[in-house]
């Protein structure tokens, strides 16, 4: 099981992430293009990070706990029913399946 300090490293990394980038769409003038594609990696980045961790996190669990969550949450209402297989059961957000920005 990940552990909580873990966790939370990785959400606030998300969130600082996403709080530059919502920084850059402010003021976009501030930011060369070098330090933008720099912000949308990071973006990238730390989720793909935190969905691989909750990932290893949900495989690690037995499989019939494993079932109840992800019943659970298919019926959240937060994302969809296919968003919880794909990220929990199967190659994952499709998002990080496009090719990296600084290629």
Known sequence: ??????????????????FRGELCEYSPES??????????????DSSKALLDAMRADFEQQ????????????CTSGYES????????????DARFHAPDVTD
């Not at 099981?1 to 996403?18: C, G, R, T, V």
């Not at 499989?63 to 659970?72: G, N």
């Open 31 to 44: 930011s060369t293009l070098e330090e933008k594609r720099e912000i949308v990696q990071e973006m990238h």
């Open 81 to 92: 029913s296919k968003w919880w297989r794909d990220v929990l059961t199967g190659n994952g």
């Open 62 to 73: 037995p499989p019939e706990i494993r079932q109840k969550v992800l019943d659970m949450l």
């Open 1 to 18: 099981m990940i552990d909580e300090a873990k966790l939370n490293e990785l959400i606030q990394a998300e969130e600082m992430a996403y």
